[in-house]
C-alpha cells in the first residue's frame, strides 16, 4: 500500500516537474486526416521505424525527414508567395525608385499590367528578385520578410500567407518529430526567405531550412561587420539539386521525403533509393473549392512525371479533397 | 513522514529511470584545463548565458557554438591532415594508376621527394585533391576516408589520426552541449572528408559539419541513383567564407567561436559583433613537447592578425603548454 501510494507521489510529482517518463508523453495524432490510405501508409511506416523490435527499425539520429514547401507546406497558387512578396516589396519600395515607374518589369507589378509581367519572362522575374531581395544586409532582409509576414494578404483569400499553412502537414511535422525524426524543409524558395517564420509556422529552426540560395558577402566596414546580399544566384535547390543540397547540408539521406511536384522528383527518388524502409509522399492538389485543383498542367507547381513515378513505384499520394477534413486552420474541422 | 517517504521513493525510481531533475545531471568539467584564465573565461561565459536570471541569459535555442576544425580541435602539423590522407590515398590507388610513376604531382609523393611536390604549388595540390576525392560517389568517399582513420598512422608521432584529437576541446565540446550548447564544426577542411568521423570524434553529427565544399551531381544511371563527387572547387569555407558558410548552413549568429588561425578571424569578428554576451578563443599552440609550437611564421595554420586582434580586443588566447594538463589522450593527464 505505502508502495502504491509511493507511485501515486512519484505520478504526480513527474507531471508537476514536467518529468513524465517516455510513455506517457501527450498523444500527438493526425486529426485532420481522414481515415484513408495516406495517413495508413504514414502511420505504418513510422511505426515500423520507431518500433525497436521491428526489423525497419531506424535510429533516432537517422529519422530525417525532408518538406519542399510550396504547394507541399503551404499554397503556391496563383503563384509562389515568394514572388508575391517581390511585388509587395516593388510596392513598398516604390517611393525611393521613381525611375520604376517607366522601367519594366517594375511598372508592370505597379501598374498590375499581368501581360507586360508575362512578357518580361525568366529575365524580368530575376530582375524583381534582385531588386526585393539583395543590395541590403541579411538581417535587414530578414526584417522585411518579418515585417511582409505579419501584415501582406493573399490576393484572392484575403488571408494572412502563414494561415495558409496546411493543418494536416503540420500536424504530420508534430507527429514524425514526437516519433523522434529531424524534420527539414528542402525548398526552392529562397533560404533567408523562408528563416524568418519556418519556426513559427512549421516548429523548424533556422538550421533545418535548405532553399535556394543567393550570393552573400562578409562586409568589414571599418570594425562592423555585415553579411550583405549580392545579386548572384549561387545555388538552385530545385530537381536534380534537392538530393545534392540534402547532401551538402544534412550530410545523410533521409527516410521519408514529401513534395508535391516535378521538382521534388529527385528529392524523393534519392529519399527511396536508400536501404532499410522508406517513405515517399505527393501532395495532390484536387481540392478546388478550399484550395486549388492542378497537376500535369499548371505553370506552377507542375506534377506530371513525378505523378507517374509515385503511381508505378507506389508512393503515397495524398488526395487533398478526400484525405484533408481541414486545410487550412480557417476552415471548419 | 510519509511525504518524506514518498519523496525517497521519487528519487529512487527517477534515478533508477533515467528520469533525473535537471540539477541531477551528471557533472561535465573540464578536467584537462589547468586552473587559469581560459578555463575561467570559458566558465563565467556559459554560467552568464545559461542562468535564467542572468541579464546576458540566452536561450538554449540561440546557444549555438562553433569550432574550426585542424589545429583547433585536433592537430595540423607537419601538414594538415586530410593533404596526409591525400598522400597515402595517391599510395594506395597507385597501382591502378601506372602513368602516376612519371606524372607530377603523383611521382613526387610516391617518391616522397619534398622538393618536387613544393615545385609542383597549389596547382599541384589541386591535381592531388582530385585525384584522390573525386570521381567516385559520396558513399564510396565516405568509406575510404573511414578506413583511412581506423588505420592510418601520423608521419612523426605514429598515433592514429582521431588520437590526435585535443582530450580539453573534446571536454569543452561535452561541457557546451551539457549546458545546451549546440556543437557545429565550421572548418576549412572539405566536408565530405569530416563527416565520417566527427560523431565518434567530438560527438558531433554530419548534419553540424560544415566545410569546404566540393562539386557533387545526382546521377541516375538507369533506376539507381548516385550522388557523384565532382573535380571543381564550389565553396572555400576560410576567412571570409566562414561567416557566409555559418549563415548559409546554420541561419543563426554564433554566440561562442573558437578557432586557431587568421582563417578563423571573420569568424570571430562576426560572431563577437553581435548584440549580447559573445565568447571568442584562440587555441594558441605553445607547447614544441607535446604537440607543436607555431603562429606567426607558419605556412600551416598561420596565426598572425588574429592573434593581434584577440589581444587588442580581450578574446581568449589559450596557451596550450601552460593550460592544458593534457593535449592527446595518449598523454598522461
Known sequence: MRRWLAWLWLCALCLLAGCAAPQ?????????????????????????????????????????AVFDNDGTLW????????????????????????????????????????????????????????????GMSVDQFSQRVGSWMQKARHPSTGMLYNEMTY?????????????????????????EFMRPWTQAAYGIPPEQVVGTALGTEFVDAGGTFQLMRLPKLEFNDDGPGKPVAIQRYIGRRPILAFGNSDGD???????????????????????????WAYDRDSSI???????????????????????????YVTDKP
Chains 1, 2 share one sequence.
Open 265 to 291: 522528383l529527385q528529392m524523393l527518388q534519392w529519399t527511396t533509393a536508400g536501404p532499410g524502409k522508406r517513405f515517399a509522399g505527393l501532395v495532390h492538389h484536387t481540392d478546388s473549392k478550399r484550395e
Open 24 to 64: 506517457a508523453k501527450a498523444p500527438v495524432d493526425l486529426p485532420s486526416w481522414a481515415d484513408g490510405p495516406s495517413r495508413s501508409a504514414i502511420v505504418a511506416f513510422v511505426n515500423a521505424v520507431t518500433d525497436p523490435s521491428s526489423p525497419d527499425f531506424v535510429p533516432q539520429e537517422e529519422r530525417i
Open 167 to 191: 493543418v494536416p502537414m503540420r500536424q504530420l511535422l508534430d507527429y514524425l518529430r514526437a516519433h523522434g525524426f529531424k524534420t527539414y524543409i528542402v525548398s526552392g524558395g529562397e533560404v
Open 301 to 327: 507547381g507542375r506534377l506530371d512525371k513525378a505523378l507517374d513515378e509515385a503511381r508505378a513505384k507506389g508512393w503515397t499520394i495524398v488526395d487533398m479533397q478526400k484525405e484533408w477534413k481541414q486545410i
Open 75 to 134: 499554397s503556391e497558387q496563383p503563384m509562389y508567395f515568394e514572388v508575391l512578396f517581390a511585388f509587395d516589396e516593388v510596392h513598398a519600395l516604390a517611393p525611393s525608385h521613381p525611375e520604376w515607374k517607366t522601367r519594366q518589369p517594375f511598372k508592370a507589378v505597379l501598374e498590375g499590367d499581368k501581360a507586360a509581367l508575362a512578357k518580361s519572362g525568366h529575365a524580368g522575374m530575376m530582375d524583381l528578385i534582385v531588386a526585393t531581395h539583395t
